[in-house]
């Protein structure tokens, strides 16, 4: 497991770009069991925002869902960009797959975008397509962090896609990928997704058209240090318009001090698609 430790100076603060596009975005839900609680909870989409509060729509975990010892579990959310209540497209019938083991799959049946509890390897780094007729893939590089709680995942359509980039000034191109780090706070909640690391900075090994970072109230501006803390504020960095290269691209977190991450050395990406990672720290 790849430590990322605190430098001895302060993280520079990322500038507000020009052109930071407003998202009415929602909280998710993040749940660890396997068939627990009402797939139709209401309420799930009640708050603005792209980060989810930890503890949203929690429930009782399924005592069956217990991976072996070699495997950890992966659990956690996967919604539309502006929440599967509030429009014409939903991440419902997504199939999320391991990609080392297309076998290991499941299907998002859940209105709230909950994934059903899967098991991964626990050595090495493993890499978990979601795949929808409606969305652009999601290429998501998950690193086991036996802390790491929930995930939190967004997806985009081309269309959606195409208008957050003509909010940010750009032009999106389809021969590149478009890539999403969090940095979160560990927990041992699997219920929670954990709270953005204030000040981490991000860096991407691949050249990309810009770099935007979500400044926790619904917007993303030029940038690539988090800025806001506490839930339901900003964990993203969003890399625009990423060369794809040789399919990896290095990711380089320096947190704040008396801080420590984990996440991956690198991530897949993909022409046209969307890779996400989350990055997992925690306070010395």
């Not at 001090?257 to 993909?270: E, F, L, N, R, Y």
Request: proline content about 6%.
């Amino acid at each position: 497991m790849r430590h990322i430790h605190a430098t001895a100076t302060a993280v520079g603060q990322a500038l507000q770009g020009p052109a930071g596009l407003s998202l009415s975005l929602i909280a998710a839900c993040v749940l660890a069991g396997a068939g627990c609680a009402d797939d139709a909870s209401p309420g799930i989409d009640a708050a603005p925002g792209i980060d989810a509060a930890p503890g949203i729509d929690a429930a009782p975990v399924d005592a069956m869902s217990t991976c072996a010892a070699d495997q950890v579990s992966f659990t956690g959310s996967y919604i539309d960009w502006d929440g599967n209540s509030t429009g014409p497209f939903n991440t419902l019938d997504t199939t999320v797959a391991e990609v080392a083991n297309p076998d290991n799959s499941t299907t998002i049946t859940a209105p709230n975008g909950r994934v059903t509890t899967m098991c991964m390897p626990q050595a090495g780094d493993s890499i978990v397509t979601l795949t929808h007729p409606d969305y652009l893939t999601l290429r998501y590089t998950f690193h086991p962090v036996s802390d790491a709680g929930g995930f939190d995942l967004r997806g985009l359509t081309p269309a959606r896609a195409d208008e957050l980039f003509t909010g940010l000034g750009i032009t999106r191109d389809t021969a590149t990928a478009q890539v999403l780090v969090a940095v979160r706070m560990s927990t041992t909640n699997p219920d929670a997704v954990g709270d953005p690391v204030v000040g981490a900075r991000v860096q991407l090994g691949n050249a990309a058209a810009g770099t935007y970072v979500d400044t926790g109230s619904g917007d993303f501006g030029a940038g690539d240090t988090l800025l806001t803390g506490g839930a339901a504020t900003g964990a993203f960095v969003l890399f625009a318009n990423t060369e794809v290269g040789g399919g990896e691209a290095t990711v380089t977190v320096t947190p704040p001090a008396q801080v420590t991450c984990d996440g991956p050395s690198s991530i897949q990406v993909s022409a046209g698609e969307l890779a996400a990672t989350t990055v997992t720290c925690r306070s010395l």
